[in-house]
């Protein structure tokens, strides 16, 4: 079983990375939304931004991720030879009959 202190520390990394990743989504600017702009404001300032929202839905995910994480590293569903796209690289006996 993993410590809880590295579950803790997952969580929060999960939490953080799915935060920066959702910020673009929902988002709407004054002109999509159809509010009038403050004289000064970027054009792409977000009108709608609710940040109780976003917390609460990084949150969830980074809980429901950090769940299958740790199922993973239980089970050993996925492990590092299975994420290996490289071949294995020649022998020195392989390399010899090329030359």
């Known amino acids: 079983m993993m410590a809880w202190t590295s579950i803790v ?13 959702m910020l673009p989504f929902g988002v709407k600017t004054h002109d999509e939304a159809g509010i009038e702009k403050i004289p000064g404001q970027a054009d792409s300032a977000p009108a709608n931004f609710q ?3 976003h917390a609460l839905r990084a949150t969830w995910i980074s809980a429901i991720l950090t769940g299958l994480y740790i199922l993973n ?6 492990t590092a ?5 490289f071949p294995e690289p020649p022998s020195a006996a392989q390399r010899e009959t090329r030359s």
């Open 9 to 21: 520390a997952i969580y929060a990394l999960f939490w953080v990375m799915t935060a920066f990743l």
């Open 51 to 53: 940040p109780g929202r």
């Open 73 to 78: 590293y239980q089970y050993g569903w996925i």
């Open 81 to 85: 030879d299975d994420l290996n796209v």
